[in-house]
């Protein structure tokens, strides 16, 4: 028994502290998660805007066009009035049907001039949220601090590890998946919340190591 205490108290120690960093590092984990699903819905927020402007780019230049054949055909209709002869009265319905279309696709443009402004500004928002998203996964990383001091206690707890009996070393592994110890927190286990006798509290103080009645977790006394 002498000299046990001594390994169980600092291995008591060192995995309360490893429970606390890994939960740190568990949290930067997650943040770290949450950015990387923003940067991915703004990348597909910009794959939107850029094709919406795409699809619109080319309406535009397919209302060109009809523009363009609009104005030849007005073009044809004037020449042949000018040359006077024989169906001054279909030119002048080619000429009437053409300016009305021509005025028809002109205001069309126009409207979609504006509608282009309104999805450029799109376009650069989803850049600019996406450069801003970039930025945050960048420097959402886990603290290499955290994750040092993470290997550092798998290392110290080996070398506290060999100082233990088979035994005890069987039942610490047993435990450590859910957590070996349990801080005593008023009269209850901290970890399961059962009643601390007053007897077992006296001898916890006395430095004995006893172990939770329910979870059969190695009780640790907060010190002062
Ligand atoms: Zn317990």
């Not at 230049?61 to 169906?87: E, T």
């Not at 998946?177 to 103080?205: D, M």
Request: some cysteine.
């Amino acid at each position: 028994m002498q000299g046990l205490y001594e390994v169980i108290a600092p291995l008591a120690a060192l995995d309360l502290e490893q429970e606390r960093l890994e939960r740190t590092r568990d949290r930067a984990i997650l943040a770290r998660d949450q950015a990387i699903a923003g940067q991915r819905a703004l990348e597909e927020q910009l794959a939107r805007a850029t094709a919406a402007l795409e699809v619109h780019a080319e309406a535009q230049r397919a209302l060109r066009r009809q523009l363009d054949r609009a104005q030849r055909s007005i073009d044809a209709a004037r020449r042949a009035l000018d040359y006077g002869g024989g169906g001054a009265e279909a030119s002048i319905r080619q000429l009437d049907q053409n300016l009305a279309l021509l005025d028809e696709h002109e205001t069309h443009l126009l409207e979609g001039l504006e509608e282009e402004e309104r999805l450029q500004a799109e376009l650069a928002a989803a850049r600019r949220a996406l450069a801003e998203a970039t930025e945050a996964v960048a420097s959402a990383r886990v603290p290499s601090a955290v994750l040092d001091a993470i290997s550092a206690a798998d290392a110290q707890r080996q070398t506290l590890l060999g100082h233990l009996s088979r035994e005890y070393r069987e039942h610490y592994l047993h435990l450590r998946p859910k957590g070996a110890f349990a801080k005593v927190l008023g009269a209850a286990c901290g970890r399961c919340n059962s009643t601390i006798t007053p007897q077992l509290l006296n001898e916890l103080r006395k430095g004995e190591l006893k172990s939770c009645r329910s979870c059969h977790r190695w009780l640790v006394v907060a010190e002062g």
